[in-house]
């Protein structure tokens, strides 16, 4: 029977951090949750996919096979993502390529396959970006190139959308306490590298819960008119408005002096 009383979410990077805790809220708020993720999803309480959001072929069945047993598609949560760290002499190509395939490439053929489920509709796309693509992080340079993309990308899309009430928002994270630490993918051994990145990872084991992410995510998936960006948190709000104001050259001087 399809589904005509809840709201149906796809989730990507859903069986762990953000992604995790933002299908379970979604749940608890009574959508119809389904995750997609690489890793199986031990738990019972939401259908997750075992599928690689590069594997275009894979998301496409995926995203058929919900939207036939639910008669609807209305958000989609682009959240899974990984990162890359090390000076960037020392970066390897094969993983400049993966880091946009997985963070850019396939937010944006995501974000193009579910469109056709919504336009009927419409829906809600919501794109995990990060402030360190606002804010440049060195040392995290293609990490927060793609970041900056998935942003870009979010209002460019907005204005494609918007005549079939499909709403795009870009949320942008800071220091959140996660596993995405321990899995990022160090390079090299350039030493001041090695020391930018432990402060980043100690930052971000001081950082925010991913419930706190989460609850931002809700708050955009049911807004009617939800904002093109909502960066979580305070203390990253104001540095987000500062970057706005400050010179270019100021801006990066400061967060030269905080990580290199």
């Known amino acids: 029977m399809k589904n005509t009383d809840n709201k149906v979410a796809i989730v990507t990077g859903a069986t762990s951090g953000i992604g995790l805790a933002t299908a379970k809220l ?117 990490y927060s190139a793609t970041k900056s993309g998935v942003e870009v990308f979010s209002r460019a899309l907005a204005n494609e959308v918007k005549e079939y009430k499909i709403k795009v928002c870009a949320v942008l994270p800071g220091d959140t306490k996660t596993g995405f630490t321990d899995a990022r993918v160090c390079e090299g051994e350039n030493a001041s590298a090695k020391k930018s990145v432990e402060k980043m990872a100690k930052d971000e084991q001081h950082g925010k819960s991913p419930d706190v992410v989460a609850k931002v995510i809700y708050k955009c998936c049911k807004k009617k008119n939800p904002p093109l960006r909502v960066t979580v948190g305070a203390s990253y709000k104001l540095l987000v408005f500062l970057q706005r104001i400050l010179p270019v050259r100021l801006v990066n001087f400061i967060i030269r002096k905080i990580y290199c």
């Open 26 to 142: 979604l749940l608890k708020k009574g959508y119809k949750v389904y995750g997609i993720a690489r890793k199986p999803y031990a738990g019972n309480d939401f259908t997750c996919f075992s599928a690689d959001v590069c594997d275009y072929g894979k998301i496409k069945e995926c995203f058929k096979e919900v939207y036939d047993k639910e008669g609807a598609i209305n958000v989609l949560v682009n959240n899974a993502g990984f990162g890359i760290a090390g000076a960037m002499e020392e970066a390897s190509a094969e993983n400049i390529e993966a880091i946009v395939k997985v963070n850019l490439t396939s937010l944006c053929v995501l974000s193009k396959e579910v469109i056709p489920f919504m336009k009927e509709g419409g829906g809600k796309i919501v794109n995990v970006s990060s402030v360190g693509g606002i804010m440049p992080l060195p040392y995290q340079a293609m």
